[in-house]
């Protein structure tokens, strides 16, 4: 890990997110912890502390490190979290992130050759806070909601019902909303009423209902 910590691509990516803006130290120590090569092709190790999405095949990528880490932050702030919803593994990043930072994760993905990857790494870098399941991101996980927070990491039009109703009350939903023109928002549960902060301008996958048959 020490190796880790004072790679120069490290350090410059740290500065960079905090020039952005990212201030929390939790998120900053989660992202100086997980090494973001191990998520990624061989090939393009060379850039895995570029702050830039990366391809991941099968029309996926690994997000932008700003993206993960003001998501992150974004869920963080409001007070502690103990079990999280993560929608859309992918390549396991944020999830590992997310590992540093809560408790319990949940994690659901709707490519199975994704989800086995990103067991694997997960495995690999000794993470055991993290449920994994192959299955439908619109339908969240049921059996484990309520949930204290949701992060999800691809755009549907329009924000699942499920999902919102398995977000615990006062728990915080971060996602991406929208299809040519997306907008990060922070919605927020109090009772059975829905708050919704729009943040910023994104640019995610499609959130794609069901699964490949």
Known sequence: ????????????????????????????????????QSFMDASLAHKAYDNTALPIGVGQTISQPYIVAKMTELL?????MNRVLEVGTGSGYQTAVLAQVVPQ????????????????????????????????????WE???????ILVTAAPDDVPTALLEQLADGGRMIIPVGGNEQVLQRITRQGDKFYSEQIESVRFVPLVKGIPG
């Open 1 to 36: 890990m020490s190796d880790q910590v004072t790679s120069p691509g490290l350090q410059r990516l740290l500065q960079i997110l905090q020039q952005e803006g990212i201030s929390d130290p939790r998120v900053l120590a989660a992202i100086a912890a997980v090494p973001r």
């Open 76 to 80: 963080l702030q409001g007070g502690p």
């Open 105 to 140: 994760v949940c994690s659901i993905e709707r490519i199975q050759t994704l989800q086995y990857q990103a067991k694997r790494r997960l495995r690999q870098l000794d993470l055991h806070n993290v449920s994994m399941k192959f299955g439908d991101g619109w339908q969240g």
């Open 143 to 149: 059996t484990k909601a309520p949930f204290d927070g």
